[in-house]
């Protein structure tokens, strides 16, 4: 029987894995399907595909399901509209910062209210006085001066002057995160890994001629501004009433309630520095570093050594999981482990390998069009 690509209602626990065909193409799942409602809030590296998530959490059904890298909160999005309840924890403040947006429950009406207030204001004050110019020079932040022009940094500084006169903050401060990102002197093709600001017109791999960096950042902070009124009223008319809880801590260490299930996606090893992708959003925002804290960021690299610290270091994590877990519980966790890093580590955590999936990520996102092949671990309880 023929179903539809993104329709997964038929899922249940009764569903044999063997009848879950997980390896959706580009032209099967392309990024605005990936991207739907909340999930595009803000542009994360390393987030995996939300319907991924959905057929999982269908076919296993747990009451409480924890994500200890909860990242850009893709676990805890699909959980609430399953009405499953759901706790999220990251070591990053930004990652929790953007979770907490996306579950949040919001007067929409009033959402929608305070962001074209500030469109508007922010339009006024860019447009019409020097307050641009002042913050600016009041500005203490090297990076934020050396990766902005001087007049999108003084777009997003009024901006940020304005946050603390609405209720709903949190987005607004995502909003700017998400104009940030896209207003920085970088190309167009490079806005994931910028290793330099880019000062002078360059050829664009992209658009395919002669491009400049950009000196505005009202564009963009309008643009995200309507599109995540957008996004948020789509989501709010599909979440449930089950509750979501965001924890900005270590996952090695903090106490976590009973839960009945584990849904993840943990860092790769040697691939991503998770703080350093939203630099900006920490200077912008004022956040607590917390990279010290990251395991397998890619400033380690990946020698013998980095690896084998990595592999302990995600064992901590599911150790300290095990006494929470039901003992008929599961963990689901999303690899790529093409260095067999993750062989015995179940039994040496207090689980048992049940199975593994393999799927194949066939698609193209930005440059990057590699495929590849990732493996989903299921784990019970032992």
Known sequence: MTRAIG??????????????????KERD????????????????????????????????????????????????????????ASIGCDISAFNCLMTKVKTDRYDTI?????????????????????????LVR??????LKQWFNRKALGELLVFRSMIQDYHYQDVLKIILSRSARSA???????????????IAKYYCFKHRRTCRPTSDAFEFIRRYGLDTIRRIQEFSRIRTGAPTDVICEDSRRIRIPKIDAVMTSPPYVGLIDYHEQHRYAYELLDLPDNREHEIG????????LARQR????????????????????????????????????????????????VRNVNRRTGRRSSEFFEQILIWKAA
Request: hydrophobic share 35%.
């Open 7 to 24: 329709d997964y209602n038929w899922v249940n626990e009764d569903t044999r894995l063997s009848e879950l065909n997980l390896n959706w």
């Open 297 to 304: 960021p890619a400033s380690r690299g990946t020698s013998k």
């Open 29 to 84: 799942l392309p990024e605005r399907i990936r991207t739907k409602h909340v999930h595009r809030l803000h542009p994360y590296l390393g987030k995996y595909v939300p319907q991924l998530v959905e057929i999982l959490l269908r076919k296993f059904a747990p009451k409480v399901v924890f994500d200890p890298f909860c990242g850009s909160g893709t676990t805890l999005v699909e959980a609430n509209t399953l009405n499953i």
């Open 138 to 143: 009041k500005e203490t932040s090297s990076y």
């Open 310 to 357: 990595y592999i302990e270091e995600i064992g901590s994590v599911f150790k300290n999981i095990r006494p929470s877990l039901n003992d008929d519980g599961i963990a689901i966790i999303v690899v790529h482990d093409k260095s067999d890093l993750y062989s015995g580590l179940a039994e040496e955590t207090g689980f048992r390998v049940d199975s593994t999936l």
């Open 184 to 198: 920085r002197l970088t190309t167009h093709f490079d806005l994931d890994f910028p290793k330099r600001p880019q």
């Open 110 to 134: 009033e959402l929608e209210r305070e962001i074209k207030d500030i469109l508007s204001r922010t339009f006024a004050e860019t447009r019409f006085t020097d307050a641009p110019e002042k």
